[in-house]
């Protein structure tokens, strides 16, 4: 018997040996779903398919448990919304950022440097480093001779700004009943930036997707056609397939095949002999609501700027230790250093400045900047008539003695 596609399936009378037990579906009314009424498969299983698919293969499907789902792609064209006539359902490029407003222009103000390191205090501290060292002498760290120690700082500029990319896209979902602020004509819904979609914490990298109030229009589902329902992938639209243990035979040796009672085909197990699925886009609402879509990329930008006031002490060691905290602020924008002491200082700030803030398509939500000072000792002393230097850095007092005497790193030497 032949049916109108576009109408919902029909129950099939319950027929032959393997008729369910589960009460029959009842169909859902033309009417019905004209009102947007959701479709819902039958329970349990049948015999017939309830729905006969014009395009479905004349005969059984072998059955493949691997088959997927095909995707459906919106082909409709939509209507026009202002402020987002180039928005599709791709996923646009960042769009660019409102005005930056003025950086900040408080007063820049620096602590002093960090105290410098007394003779003895150097001499402790090296003892110290040696004890730990299973493969480095002792004697010399007892008999050597401070004879002077040499103070300076390295300094540590860190720029950060949190930053946000928006983009936009057409999206859908179901047309469960509730929708967002349709779209109408007299409306202009809000630009890009004006729509509020704030951070749900700062300085932490996420993305966060909101609707855009006004831009929702319903749509038929383009996956199904408004049905509800789709053929089924499984078996084509046949609701069977053919049996893979007895290769259609029905047979297993001089038996019927126990899987498919002889028959040599089966009831598809994807939509139990319906020959019909849910539709997996509309979930069987019929209808989609699409809507303008924001997106909001969080990230943060990082730059730094070390300077290294000694040429051999190498400035890689000074990346990650703590120094003393000389210059921090904090705000939506911030203005480049220009007063601190070290003038390379301030020329690194401006151009890390200028890099972080150079995309366009990125709003600043909030910067901040610090300056730290490391405390640098340079030891020089004398052991057996041989003159030496170590250094002590950082806040919690490293060392580093790359020709500390009797030292090594194979264990193959004598210890003193
Ligand atoms: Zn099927
Ligand atoms: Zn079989
Ligand atoms: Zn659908």
Redesign the pocket.
């Known amino acids: 018997m032949e049916q109108d596609a576009s109408a919902p399936p029909l129950h099939p009378p319950p027929y032959g040996a393997a008729v369910s037990t589960i009460s029959p579906y009842v169909p859902m009314s033309p009417q019905a779903s004209s009102t947007g009424g959701r479709w819902i498969a039958p329970p349990g299983e049948t015999d017939t398919p309830s729905f006969v698919w014009p395009d479905a293969p004349d005969t059984d499907v072998a059955d493949n448990d691997k088959a997927r789902e095909p995707t459906y792609k919106p082909t409709q064209a939509f209507k026009a919304i202002v402020g987002y006539e180039k928005t599709t359902i791709k996923e646009s490029e960042p769009v660019q950022r409102p005005q930056p407003p003025q950086p900040s222009s408080s007063q820049q103000q620096f602590k002093g440097e960090a105290a410098g390191l007394a003779e003895e205090d150097a001499h402790k501290v090296l003892k110290a480093f040696v004890g730990k060292k299973l493969c480095y002498g002792k004697r010399p760290v007892e008999e050597m001779e401070i004879k002077d120690v040499a103070h300076s700082s390295a300094v540590h500029y860190s720029l950060e700004t949190f930053i946000e990319c928006r983009t936009t896209k057409r999206v859908h979902r179901p047309m469960r009943g509730e929708t967002y602020p349709l779209h109408r004509k007299d409306l202009t819904p809000s630009g890009v930036w004006q729509v509020e979609n704030p951070p749900d914490q700062i300085w932490a990298v996420d993305e966060k997707s909101i609707p855009v109030p006004n831009t929702s229009t319903i749509e038929t589902c383009h996956a199904c056609g408004g049905k509800g329902f789709n053929k089924c992938f499984r078996c084509k639209g046949r609701g069977k397939t053919t ?1 893979k ?2 290769k ?3 047979k ?1 040796g001089s038996n019927p ?1 126990p ?2 009672h ?3 085909r ?1 009831r598809c197990f994807r939509c139990n002999g319906w020959a019909c699925i849910s539709c997996s886009v509309c979930e069987g609402y019929r209808k989609l609501e699409f809507y303008i879509q924001i997106t909001s990329n969080f990230k943060v930008k990082q730059g730094d700027y070390l300077h290294n006031p000694g040429k051999k002490f190498p400035a890689k060691l000074l990346k990650d230790v703590d120094g003393e905290m000389l210059f921090e602020e904090e705000n939506q924008m911030v203005s480049p250093l220009t007063t601190f002491p070290t003038q390379d200082v301030n020329t690194q700030s401006q151009q890390l400045l200028q890099k972080q803030l150079s995309v366009k398509t990125e709003r600043v939500l909030l910067q901040r900047h610090r300056v730290k000072g490391i405390p640098i000792a340079e030891v020089s002393y004398t052991w057996q008539t041989k003159d030496g230097r170590y250094w002590v850095y950082s806040m919690d007092k490293r060392v580093y003695a790359p020709d500390y005497p009797h030292s090594c790193c194979c264990c193959r030497c004598v210890i003193l």
Do not use: F, I
Request: proline letters at 0%.
């Open positions: 049996c243990h007895c259609a035979s029905g297993k095949c899987y498919c002889g028959n040599g089966q």
